[in-house]
């Protein structure tokens, strides 16, 4: 027969497993909310295992698990207020409702990885606020015109607007053949230095999600 100490020794290091599997630091995904530096890592070390808390509240019963779990690194969503080292729930979007978010939306878009993006090689996904869409079958004065009439900030940044907007096309044109419709998200973000709201164009194709919780970083990350 097993011996009451063997037993006893057998249940102290189980326990001793689930103790330090339990402290063992986690690693999640980072996205980018700014300009990212060297120091930004495409993931980050936690202490904190995200999945035991009550993300939301105690009136809403939200499973974490059903999302994609994000560490934001950057403050240029605080107009979203979501902000530095803040965790976001994101559902992915599959491509019927990658042409339906409506505006204000905080969207998670892959990073653009081709030699002319200039994104930083570690940087993965990138958060922005979308306003609306533009496809080939726009035409850009009108829409911009739309814009303006909506958003008092747009009718002072139009040429830069229509600046970006044209690089976007002209990136699209390279990789795709001429008379191929397309479709861009219009999404802002903030500028951390200046405070600035900036503006750009993105195919729908980077589109990888929509943040639907933001979980600020002192209710879990303390």
Known sequence: MISMAVI???VAIYVLL???VKMRPRVYKTVSAGDPNKYFSSTIKLDTNIYDYNL???DEDINPRKYDIYVVIGDSMSNSRINDRDVV???RLNDKDKRTIKP???LLLETDKSKESGQSDSVEFKL???IAYISNEDSFDAWIDRMSEKNKDIPAKQEQIRAKYEKCIEKHRQNNPDNENFIFTFSSTLDELSNEVKYSF???KFLNGMVCYAVKNKDILE
């Open 18 to 20: 689930l103790f330090t």
């Open 56 to 58: 939301i509240s105690e």
């Open 104 to 106: 204000d939306n905080v």
């Open 89 to 91: 729930l994101v559902e």
């Open 8 to 10: 006893l020794s057998v």
């Open 128 to 130: 922005r606020k979308h």
């Open 202 to 204: 993105h195919p729908i």
